[in-house]
C-alpha cells in the first residue's frame, strides 16, 4: 500500500513547513507540461518508483499546509492551491495512463464459463435449462424485483472476479484516487476512471458475443434464429455478471477505496454495458407471443433469474440500482411472456380448425405437436409451477367455455395450477380430434382415427412419469377406457354387417325333411361375404393404426371374432356348396386365407395385388 | 372553446359529428342500438376532445422544449394512452374483427417501432447527464467561497469547459474538434494521444444502439402510410378508424418532438405530418410543429445536437465562459474577474434548473415504455382471443 509519506507523527516546525511546502512546489512544477514540455515520461511508469512517491508526498504537503488558517498567497501563480491543481491535472493523465497502459485485457476465451453456473447445474446439454433449482433453495425471501422469487443458497463459487489491472498498479491508481478525491478532484477522477475502463468493458462485451440489437431487430428476426442467439446470451450474460462486471466492481472498490466513493464511477462505467445486456431479454419479452417460443423463453427467464442474486449483489448502491431494479422488471416481463406463450397455445389447440381428414385415421399431427410440447412442460415443471398461478377455468370462464358448450371441463381439485392446464390442453385436444373424427364419412374410420390419437395421448402420458404424476392415473383410466370403447365401436361398425352374411338365420328354409338348407340363400350369403370381406380388405389395408401392438391387438380381436365364425359358418355349409357347380366362386377363402388377409389390415398401404393363396 | 355539450347542436361541425350524421344516415333500421351507439359516439368525440385540450395546455404554458415541456408532452402521451386503452377495451367485440383488427395490429405496430427510440431517448438523457458532470466541476472550480480566481481554477474549468464542448458537439463534428481541443492545450505527452483515442471511442460508446440504427429512419417508420381514415373507413369500423388514427398520430408526433429536443443517433426532423384539420387536436399539434421546426432553423440552433432550451443554454453559457477564459491573463483586472463570476452563476442556475429535471424525465420515458409495452401486449391478446 502506497503510503502517502507525510510524517503525520512529526509536528514540523514553522521554518521547515514553510520549506518543505516550497520545495513541495518546486517539484510540481518541475513535472507540469506546460512549463517545462521537455519532461515526457510518466511518473508512474512502473519501473522506478521513487519519483512518483516524492511527487505525492509533495502533494501531501502542500494539502497539509493548505489547512483552514492558510496565509493568500503572494504570488496567485505560486500559490498552493494553484500548485495542487497542476499537480491533480498531472495526476489526472497519470491516472489515465496507468489505466490505459495497465489494462490486462481479460482472456475471456480460456475462462471455463461452464462452471460460472451454480454447481450443480449443466449449462451444455441440448435445452441449456436446468432441472436442479430445488437442490439449491434455501428459504425464500421476498424479492422486491417480483417475478421469481427463489433465492438460492448460493456459493460465492459462482462470481469469478479477476484482476483486470495488476495488483501494483492497483495501488499506484489508488494512491492518485486518494489524493485526487482529497483535494476535491473526485468528478474528474471519476470521469477519468470510468472513460479508460468503459472502452475495456465494450471490448469485453463483444469478446462474449453480446450485440448491440435494437426491438426491431429481434423483432424481424426469425425465430430459430433468435433461439440461437438466446443460447448465446444466456452464456454471455453469466460471464458478463459473474466476471467482468464483478470484476469492475472490485477494482472500482480497491481503486477508491470505499463502496461509497466507488459507486459513481462504477455505475458510469458499467451502466451502458449492462443496459446493452438487458436490452436483449428485454426485446425478447416484448415479442409476439408464439407457442414455439415458450422453451427458450423459460430458459432465459431461468437464466435471468439464477443471475438476479450476483446482480443484486454488484450493483447493490449507487446509481447503479437502478439496473438491479431493470433486471427484476425484465424478469417479471419474461414471466409474463411464458404465461402470455401458454395461453395462446391453449388457443392453438382450441381454435386448430384443420378440416383435411388425416388418411388412413392415423395419428394427427396436431395431436403429436400436442403431446411432444406437454412433454417438453412437463420437463420444465419446476419453473412453470411458479408461474402459472390461475388455473384455466378461471381464465376460460367467460367467451371460451359459451363458444365451446360441449366441452366437458373435467373436476380439476388437488392439483397444482400448472397440471390443471394441461389436463385442460387434452381435454380440449380431444375435444378437436372428435370434430375432426366426425369428418370422415366412413364411420368405422372415424372410431378408428379417434382411437388411435388417444391412444397416443395414454402412452405419451404414461412414458413420462412427471406427466403422468400431472395428468394422473384417474384421468388416465378414463381416457384408455375411451380409446378400448372405441375399437369395440369401430368393430361394431365395421365387421357386423360382414358377420351377418354368416348367420343361420334364413338359411334353414323350415319345414322340409330332406335337405333344410335355402341353397341359393346360401350361395348370396357366400358371396356377400366375399363381397364384403374384399371390401373390408381392400379398404382397411390402407388404413394405419401406428402403434404396433394396438395394432396387433385389433387384429386379435377381429381375428376372435371372424375366424371361429366363418369356421363354424364353413363346416356347417361348405357341402352344400361343393355339392353344386362353380364351389370356388362362392368359398372364395379358407380360414387360413382369412387369418394371413388379415395381417395386411391397418397396414397403411393399399395392397398390392396378388394371387391369393386358396385352399379348399 | 365550444361547451362540452355533446347533445347541442352549437358545436362545430366536428369530424365525430359526421360520423354520426353519416351513420344515422346508413344504418336508421337499427333503432334499438341507439342507446349504446351514442354513447359509444360520446366516448369517441370525448377521446378527440381530451387529445385537443391536451395538446392546446402544451401550446401555452411551459416554456417550448424546455424540460418541464418535455415531461408534461409525455404526461400528455400517458394520458391519450390511457383514454385510447378504455375506447379500445370497451370495444373488444369488435376489435377482433376485420377491419378493425388490421387498424388495431397496424397501431401496434407502430408503438413498437416507437420502443427503440424511447431507449434511444434514454441513451441521449444520460449524455446530458454526462454533460451536468462537467458543469459541476465548471462550478467547482469557480467555487465562490475562494476570495480570488487563480491560474489553477481557470485550467480547472478550461479542461472540462472543453470537454463540455466536445461533447456537445453534433456528432458529425466530431472529427475536426479534435485537433481544436488539443490546440488550447498545447500537450504533447504520449498519455495524451492515449486520452484523444478513448475519448473518440467513448463516444460512440455513448449509444447503446447498433452503428447502424437511426432516429430519423426510425421516425419514418412509425409515421409509414399514416394517413387519415376515409368516410366508408369509419363507418366499416364502427367509429374507431378516428381514434386509432388519432393515437397514430399521437405518438408520431411525441416521438419526433423528443427526437427534436434529445440528443439521439441519427436525428433528423423531415417526418412530415399532414393532419385534415377537421380534427379538433390537428390545428394544437401542427403549431407545435411549426414551432419546433422554426426552431431547429434559427442559425445558433442549427448545428445543435438536441432542441431542449436547457442544451441551448448551456452552450451559451459555456461559450460566454469559454470566450472569457480563453487568452487571460494574470492577475485577473477586476471587470474580468466579475464578468467570469457572473457567467459561472447563470451557468450554475441552468445546472441547478437541470438537475431534478432529468431524472424526472428519464423516469417518465421509462413510463412510456412500460405502458407502450403494457397495451400492445394487452391489445394483442385481446386481439388473438377472437379470432376472425
Known amino acids: 500500500m502506497a503510503s502517502s509519506g507525510s510524517s503525520e507523527a512529526a509536528m514540523p516546525s514553522p521554518a521547515t513547513a514553510i520549506a518543505d511546502v516550497e520545495a513541495a512546489e518546486q517539484l510540481i512544477h518541475r513535472w507540469d507540461p506546460v512549463a517545462s514540455p521537455s519532461h515526457d515520461r510518466m511518473l508512474f511508469d512502473g519501473s522506478d518508483r521513487a519519483d512518483a512517491e516524492l511527487y505525492l508526498r509533495a502533494i501531501d504537503h502542500l494539502r497539509q499546509s493548505l489547512g483552514p488558517s492558510s496565509p493568500a498567497p503572494a504570488s496567485p501563480s505560486r500559490s498552493p492551491s494553484n500548485t495542487i491543481q497542476i499537480a491533480m491535472a498531472r495526476l489526472e493523465d497519470e491516472f489515465r495512463n496507468l489505466l490505459l497502459s495497465r489494462s490486462a485485457e481479460p482472456d475471456l476465451e480460456s475462462l471455463d464459463l461452464g462452471s460460472l453456473s451454480i454447481s450443480s447445474r449443466s449449462s451444455d446439454h441440448d435445452h441449456d435449462h436446468d432441472h436442479d433449482h430445488d437442490q439449491n433453495l434455501s428459504d ?28 501494483d498498479a492497483v495501488q499506484d491508481l489508488r494512491s492518485i484516487a486518494e489524493r485526487m478525491v482529497a483535494a476535491g478532484y473526485a468528478r474528474e477522477c471519476a470521469q477519468a476512471y470510468s472513460s479508460a475502463r468503459k472502452s475495456a468493458v465494450d471490448t469485453g462485451l463483444r469478446h462474449l458475443g453480446v450485440e448491440r440489437l435494437s426491438i426491431g431487430d ?26 467482468l462486471f464483478a470484476s469492475e466492481r472490485r477494482l472500482c472498490d480497491q481503486v477508491f477505496g470505499t463502496p461509497s466513493s466507488a459507486d459513481a464511477p462504477f455505475a458510469e462505467t458499467v451502466k451502458g454495458a449492462a443496459i446493452q445486456l438487458l436490452s436483449f431479454p428485454e426485446a425478447i419479452s416484448i415479442g409476439r407471443r408464439s407457442p414455439e417460443k415458450l422453451f427458450k423463453i423459460l430458459d432465459l427467464h431461468d437464466a435471468l433469474s439464477d443471475l438476479l442474486p450476483d446482480i443484486a449483489a454488484i450493483f447493490r448502491s449507487g446509481p447503479a440500482e437502478s439496473i438491479h431494479t431493470q433486471a427484476a422488471d425484465i424478469l417479471a416481463r419474461l414471466a409474463e411472456a411464458a404465461r402470455g406463450t401458454l395461453s395462446e397455445f391453449e388457443n392453438a389447440v382450441l381454435r386448430e380448425a384443420s378440416r383435411i381428414p388425416v388418411p388412413g385415421g392415423t395419428l394427427h399431427p396436431l395431436t403429436r405437436y400436442v403431446m411432444n410440447y406437454i412433454s417438453l412442460i412437463s420437463d420444465y415443471q419446476p419453473t412453470l409451477n411458479e408461474l402459472i398461478v390461475t388455473t384455466p377455468s378461471a381464465r376460460f370462464s367467460g367467451e371460451e367455455t359459451t363458444d365451446h358448450p360441449e366441452i366437458n371441463f373435467p373436476d380439476l381439485d388437488n392439483r397444482t395450477p400448472l397440471a390443471s392446464h394441461l389436463v385442460w390442453i387434452i381435454v380440449v385436444l380431444q375435444h378437436n380430434l372428435e370434430n375432426k373424427a366426425s369428418l370422415y364419412k366412413d364411420a368405422a374410420l372415424s372410431h378408428l382415427f379417434l382411437m388411435n390419437n388417444l391412444h397416443y395421448i395414454v402412452n405419451k402420458v404414461k412414458d413420462s412419469p412427471e406427466l403422468r404424476g400431472m395428468i394422473g392415473d384417474e384421468y388416465l383410466r378414463r381416457l384408455t377406457g375411451k380409446y378400448r370403447q372405441l375399437a369395440t365401436s369401430y368393430q361394431r361398425a365395421a365387421w357386423v354387417k360382414i358377420l351377418h352374411c354368416l348367420r343361420d338365420e334364413g338359411i334353414h328354409v323350415s319345414g322340409s325333411f330332406s335337405s333344410g338348407v335355402s341353397k341359393s340363400t346360401l350361395r348370396e350369403r357366400f358371396k356377400a361375404f366375399n363381397a364384403a370381406f374384399d371390401e373390408a380388405y381392400r379398404t382397411q389395408a390402407a388404413w394405419f393404426v401406428p402403434d404396433p401392438q394396438l395394432r396387433e391387438e385389433l387384429r386379435i380381436s377381429i381375428s376372435e371374432r371372424l375366424l371361429p365364425a366363418y369356421r363354424a359358418f364353413l363346416g356347417r355349409f361348405r357341402h352344400h356348396i361343393e355339392s353344386g357347380r362353380h364351389p370356388e366362386v362362392y368359398i372364395k377363402y379358407s380360414v387360413e386365407d382369412l387369418e394371413m388377409a388379415l395381417m395386411d389390415f391397418f397396414e397403411g398401404c393399399p395392397p398390392s395385388v396378388h394371387g391369393r393363396k386358396r385352399s379348399h | 372553446m365550444p361547451a362540452t355539450d355533446f347533445q347541442g347542436s352549437s358545436s362545430p361541425s366536428l369530424f365525430g359529428r359526421s360520423i354520426m350524421n353519416l351513420r344515422r344516415d346508413q344504418v336508421h333500421s337499427m333503432d334499438n342500438h341507439h342507446e349504446t351507439e351514442s354513447s359509444q359516439e360520446h366516448a369517441l368525440e370525448a377521446f378527440q376532445r381530451l387529445v385537443a385540450d391536451l395538446f392546446q395546455g402544451l ?40 377491419p378493425v383488427d388490421r387498424l388495431a395490429t397496424d397501431f401496434f405496430d407502430r408503438s413498437v417501432k416507437a420502443l427503440d427510440v424511447c431507449n434511444a431517448i434514454r441513451d441521449g438523457i444520460e449524455q446530458v447527464r454526462q454533460w451536468h458532470k462537467h458543469l459541476d466541476i465548471v462550478t467547482l472550480a469557480f467555487d465562490p467561497t475562494q476570495k480570488t480566481i487563480g491560474e489553477g481554477q481557470v485550467r480547472r474549468a478550461k479542461k472540462a469547459l472543453v470537454d463540455l464542448a466536445i461533447g456537445m458537439l453534433d456528432e458529425k463534428d466530431t472529427a475536426s474538434s479534435f485537433a481544436q481541443r488539443n490546440r488550447s492545450f498545447s500537450r504533447s505527452h504520449g498519455a495524451n494521444k492515449d486520452h484523444r483515442r478513448a475519448e473518440c471511442h467513448f463516444r460512440s460508446l455513448s449509444w447503446s444502439m447498433s452503428r447502424s440504427w437511426s432516429a430519423s429512419r426510425q421516425l419514418q417508420a412509425i409515421g409509414n402510410n399514416l394517413s387519415a381514415p376515409r368516410g366508408h373507413d369509419v363507418v366499416a369500423t364502427n367509429g374507431l378508424a378516428v381514434p386509432v388514427y388519432t393515437m397514430n398520430s399521437v405518438l408520431l408526433f411525441v416521438m419526433w418532438a423528443l427526437v427534436a429536443a434529445i440528443p439521439c443517433q441519427d436525428r433528423g426532423l423531415q417526418t412530415h405530418f399532414s393532419i385534415p384539420r377537421t380534427f379538433p387536436w390537428a390545428a394544437p399539434i401542427l403549431l407545435l410543429h411549426e414551432r419546433i421546426l422554426e426552431e431547429s432553423k434559427k442559425r445558433e440552433r442549427r448545428n445543435s445536437c438536441g432542441l431542449l432550451t436547457e442544451i441551448h443554454q448551456m452552450e451559451k453559457h459555456v461559450r460566454r465562459l469559454s470566450e472569457l477564459t480563453e487568452n487571460i491573463q494574470f492577475p485577473l483586472a477586476q471587470e474580468k474577474e466579475t464578468d467570469i463570476r457572473n457567467a459561472v452563476q447563470e451557468l450554475s442556475l441552468v445546472r441547478e434548473a437541470m438537475k431534478g429535471q432529468l431524472d424526472l424525465l428519464e423516469d417518465q420515458v421509462r413510463q412510456v415504455f412500460h405502458r407502450i409495452v403494457r397495451s400492445r401486449t394487452d391489445g394483442l391478446d385481446c386481439l388473438s382471443h377472437h379470432p376472425v
Do not use: M, Y
Open chain 1, 140 to 167: 425464500a425471501e421476498d424479492d422486491p424485483g417480483g417475478g421469481s422469487t427463489r433465492v438460492a443458497s448460493r456459493s460465492a463459487s459462482s462470481i469469478r472476479e479477476i484482476d483486470l489491472v495488476p495488483p
Open chain 1, 218 to 243: 429481434v423483432q424481424r428476426l426469425e425465430w430459430e434464429a433468435l433461439e440461437a442467439k438466446i443460447r448465446r446470451w444466456i452464456r454471455a450474460a453469466r460471464a458478463c455478471v459473474r466476471v
Open chain 2, 59 to 98: 401550446a401555452g404554458g411551459e416554456e417550448l422544449l424546455s424540460l418541464p415541456w418535455v415531461c408534461k408532452l409525455l404526461e400528455a402521451f400517458l394520458l391519450c394512452q390511457e383514454e385510447f386503452r378504455v375506447v379500445f377495451f370497451s370495444n373488444r367485440a369488435i376489435v377482433g374483427r376485420a
